[in-house]
């Protein structure tokens, strides 16, 4: 197993083989979620700017499509937004989301800001996917610029190497 280090200080990206910062948030039905509370199976945090705009609906929906990747990699999926858990709610039904929604909305974008993928000047979190395994310690790390979708193969990859 690889060493382990310590999380990261706020507004840096933790990297493969680091823990991942816990967290806890409420989901669009307001009951929380806390990401330890998946230790002995993988997680798949996806931060995504905003609910209801384009390239975020694209990508939700193509894992939507694709959730028996994740379960078959024991995969929990979390998306999460600075959108609040009303805006996550009406979202997830509207596009019939299957997976947990979070809202990092207040403190505003706290969550994401541990993970390094908050941006200020906008006030929404950078289109960054954590692959965490049963241990809490991340595998893998993508941050991709406003406006570039995330490849859903990469997600493929990723798992399989979990495996």
């Known amino acids: 197993m690889t060493e382990v280090q310590h999380a990261p200080a706020p507004g840096l990206v933790p990297e493969v083989g680091q823990l991942a910062p816990d967290f806890e948030l409420l989901n669009q039905y307001g009951e929380p979620v806390r990401l330890s509370d998946y230790r002995g199976g993988n997680v798949v945090v996806v931060f995504y700017p905003f609910a209801f705009s384009g390239i975020c609906t694209g990508e939700l929906c193509e894992i939507r499509d694709n959730l028996s990747t994740f379960a078959d990699s024991n995969a929990t999926v979390l ?3 600075v959108d609040s858990k ?3 709610r ?3 039904e509207q596009e019939q989301l299957g997976f947990d929604l979070l809202a990092d909305f207040w403190p505003h974008g706290a969550v994401a800001k541990e993970y390094g993928v908050f941006d200020a000047s906008s006030g929404m979190a950078l289109r ?6 049963g ?3 991340v595998r893998y790390v993508v941050v991709n610029p ?3 979708a995330r490849d859903f193969v990469e997600y493929r990859r990723a798992l399989a190497d979990l495996e």
């Open 146 to 148: 406003r406006g570039q």
């Open 135 to 137: 241990f809490g310690v």
């Open 128 to 133: 960054g996917t954590f692959i965490i395994d």
């Open 86 to 88: 009303f805006a996550q």
């Open 90 to 92: 009406a979202y997830a």
């Open 79 to 81: 998306g999460i937004s």
